[in-house]
């Protein structure tokens, strides 16, 4: 189980991008994690149905900001060889797929008789 989930949601009314850090690691409770400059990191205990309602960002940033600070963070872990689940998944299907092209060329070259 993840036991932390980001949530990023842009607020069109303030024209700003809000981020909010849930530790779900308790089986029966979330908490929102802010940061407090005197205390460090805070963990608030927040509502289950509406956690976003009930629980101050960990940040919020200019939307033009936020779009150009996710890229260069982005492009930063990339660097560094960190990929997601995702990431993950679609190279292994390219993988498959690069393997599958090689065997029909294969098939492809028996079929016409074309020597290599």
């Not at 956690?51 to 939307?63: T, V």
Request: include cysteine; charge should be neutral.
């Amino acid at each position: 189980m993840e036991t932390l989930k980001i949530h990023v949601q842009k607020d069109w009314g303030s024209m700003t991008v809000c981020i909010w850090a849930i530790d779900n690691s308790s089986s029966t409770k979330s908490y929102n994690l802010n940061y407090d400059p005197k205390k460090g990191i805070t963990r608030t205990e927040i509502a289950e149905l509406a956690p976003l309602r009930s629980a101050e960002p960990l940040l919020r940033l200019p939307d033009r900001f936020a779009d150009i600070l996710f890229k260069a963070i982005a492009e930063h872990l990339s660097e560094q060889g960190i990929r997601t689940d995702n990431d993950h998944k679609i190279q292994g299907k390219l993988e498959a797929k690069s393997d599958h092209l090689k065997d029909l060329q294969m098939i492809v070259k028996k079929v016409l008789k074309i020597e290599t």
